[in-house]
């Protein structure tokens, strides 16, 4: 699958930095256990000192921020992160951390049941054609930017499908797909990446500043901001509404993976005069994220109402949904580096950063005008 | 310009945290189905009152 080269078939032709595919089978659970326990204490730590904070605002009649336990957890992360990650005696906590993804997918799968399908299809399709309308201007903005920065053109597609789809994802799909070189595959995940850890504390900030609503907000978050976790952690840092929006609008997002990077393969082996290898359906299949499907059994599942799970057990699904996130957010923060802003080519961070800038202030636009005209999101 | 030059030959090593997050990325997309296997097995449980509503 892929371009027909010397490369191996599937999405893992190439592995970025010299990483090849995990198996699920190679990993050891002892290995995990000092990186989830690391998980649990920061993200727990999180919840602690935002309970911390409103109970000594209570006690002493002291009118505090309510700052949201997300913020907490990322914040810890970022410090124990950045003060130990180079400490070789850390590298323990290394296998457990990589797990965050994992409980992510699991969040956004039990947070199904907090949707009733309706609502699913009724969002879900204004967000689509929002979708639609960002992932066409995304591409293009990042061609024209590729062009004048003179880039070469598969980091310039492989920034394109970053940041108009889903981030990491996305550019570990088309790499295989493309047959790009780690390098280039390195320097648009290092852009993105860095982009992403941006946009954590600046969409919430310019969301409170425009006085958007939850709802807007979230949808905002999920069609612009790049990767699955930050979309959900900067909607989680605006309100359990907005996060509700960002993981729908940014599930959609994922779901087209598939369908953006097949043309890009296409283009691209057609240039250098390949032939693309198997099948275009198994192409498709093979980089949908089944999570998104999982989500959608859980939300028609809530939608039967009483007969499949009743009101106290789509409240314990939901608290969950909570605690996988809670995880998430503390592996973000751990994993997130201030270093890595300054330690990449400033090309593609320039041409990443210019074209993302572009398109929030567009999709803040298609939302803010969704919101307005057609009948609210 | 050669190929190098393009991409921005002024660029550093790829930082040992983004190693890391690249792993993370791939263990999820390799953990994808899992996910939602652990879901059911979790809303099993919670149907069945084995984990209690809090």
């Given at each position: 699958?892929?371009?027909?080269?010397?490369?191996?078939?599937?999405?893992?032709?190439?592995?970025?930095?010299?990483?090849?595919?995990?198996?699920?089978?190679?990993?050891?659970?002892?290995?995990?256990?000092?990186?989830?326990?690391?998980?649990?204490?920061?993200?727990?730590?999180?919840?602690?000192?935002?309970?911390?904070?409103?109970?000594?605002?209570?006690?002493?009649?002291?009118?505090?921020?309510?700052?949201?336990?997300?913020?907490?957890?990322?914040?810890?992360?970022?410090?124990?992160?950045?003060?130990?990650?180079?400490?070789?005696?850390?590298?323990?906590?290394?296998?457990?951390?990589?797990?965050y993804e994992?409980?992510l997918?699991?969040?956004?799968?039990?947070?199904?049941?907090?949707?009733?399908?309706?609502?699913?299809?009724?969002?879900?399709?204004?967000?689509?054609?929002?979708?639609?309308?960002?992932?066409?201007?995304?591409?293009?903005?990042?061609?024209?930017?590729?062009?004048?920065?003179?880039?070469?053109?598969?980091?310039?597609?492989?920034?394109?499908?970053g940041s108009?789809i889903c981030g990491v994802s996305a550019i570990i799909?088309?790499?295989?797909?493309?047959?790009?070189?780690?390098?280039?595959?390195?320097?648009a995940i290092?852009a993105i990446l860095a982009l992403g850890a941006l946009s954590l504390?600046?969409y919430?900030?310019?969301?409170?500043?425009?006085?958007?609503?939850?709802?807007?907000?979230?949808?905002?978050a999920g069609?612009s901001v790049d990767n699955t976790a930050e979309a959900t952690a900067a909607g989680?840092?605006?309100?359990?509404?907005?996060?509700?929006?960002a993981?729908?609008?940014k599930?959609?997002r994922n779901?087209?993976?598939?369908?953006?990077?097949?043309?890009?393969?296409?283009?691209?082996?057609?240039?250098?005069?390949?032939?693309?290898?198997?099948?275009?359906?198994?192409?498709?299949?093979?980089?949908?994220?089944?999570?998104?499907?999982?989500?959608?059994?859980?939300?028609?599942?809530?939608?039967?109402?009483?007969?499949?799970?009743?009101?106290?057990?789509?409240?314990?699904?939901?608290?969950?949904?909570?605690?996988?996130?809670?995880?998430t957010f503390?592996g973000v923060?751990?994993r997130t580096?201030?270093?890595?802003?300054?330690?990449?080519?400033?090309?593609?961070?320039?041409?990443?950063?210019?074209?993302e800038?572009?398109?929030?202030?567009?999709?803040?636009?298609?939302?803010?005008?969704?919101?307005?005209?057609?009948?609210?999101? | 310009?050669?190929?190098?030059?393009?991409?921005?030959?002024?660029?550093?090593?790829?930082?040992?945290?983004t190693?890391?997050r690249v792993?993370a990325v791939?263990?999820g997309?390799?953990?994808?189905?899992?996910?939602?296997?652990?879901?059911?097995?979790?809303?099993?449980?919670?149907?069945?009152?084995?984990?209690?509503?809090?």
């Amino acid at each position: 699958m892929g371009i027909g080269t010397n490369s191996s078939p599937g999405i893992a032709v190439t592995g970025v930095a010299g990483e090849d595919t995990i198996s699920p089978a190679s990993l050891d659970p002892v290995r995990l256990v000092p990186g989830l326990i690391l998980l649990f204490v920061i993200g727990y730590g999180g919840k602690w000192i935002e309970a911390a904070i409103r109970r000594y605002g209570t006690t002493h009649h002291h009118a505090l921020p309510n700052i949201e336990y997300v913020l907490w957890a990322i914040l810890i992360g970022l410090v124990i992160g950045n003060c130990f990650s180079g400490q070789r005696w850390f590298k323990m906590f290394a296998p457990g951390i990589a797990t965050y993804e994992f409980w992510l997918k699991l969040g956004i799968v039990l947070l199904g049941t907090r949707f009733l399908l309706r609502d699913v299809i009724k969002l879900g399709g204004v967000s689509l054609a929002l979708v639609a309308i960002e992932i066409v201007f995304a591409f293009a903005l990042m061609v024209v930017f590729g062009r004048l920065f003179k880039l070469g053109p598969k980091l310039t597609a492989l920034l394109a499908v970053g940041s108009s789809i889903c981030g990491v994802s996305a550019i570990i799909a088309a790499q295989g797909a493309i047959d790009a070189d780690e390098k280039d595959s390195s320097y648009a995940i290092a852009a993105i990446l860095a982009l992403g850890a941006l946009s954590l504390f600046s969409y919430p900030a310019i969301g409170h500043s425009l006085h958007l609503s939850d709802r807007a907000y979230g949808v905002w978050a999920g069609l612009s901001v790049d990767n699955t976790a930050e979309a959900t952690a900067a909607g989680a840092l605006y309100s359990e509404t907005a996060q509700k929006a960002a993981v729908l609008v940014k599930t959609t997002r994922n779901a087209t993976i598939g369908f953006v990077v097949l043309p890009v393969a296409l283009y691209f082996a057609t240039r250098g005069g390949h032939q693309f290898e198997g099948s275009k359906a198994g192409f498709l299949w093979k980089n949908f994220p089944k999570f998104v499907l999982g989500f959608l059994f859980f939300s028609a599942l809530a939608s039967m109402g009483p007969r499949v799970f009743s009101a106290s057990q789509i409240i314990s699904l939901g608290n969950l949904s909570r605690w996988a996130f809670l995880l998430t957010f503390a592996g973000v923060g751990l994993r997130t580096n201030v270093q890595e802003l300054f330690q990449q080519g400033p090309k593609p961070f320039i041409v990443g950063a210019l074209a993302e800038i572009f398109i929030a202030a567009v999709t803040l636009a298609l939302v803010t005008g969704a919101d307005r005209f057609v009948g609210g999101l | 310009m050669s190929r190098e030059e393009n991409r921005g030959s002024d660029a550093g090593p790829l930082h040992p945290s983004t190693k890391q997050r690249v792993r993370a990325v791939r263990l999820g997309l390799s953990l994808d189905g899992w996910a939602v296997v652990a879901a059911i097995a979790l809303a099993i449980l919670v149907r069945c009152g084995v984990v209690v509503p809090w």
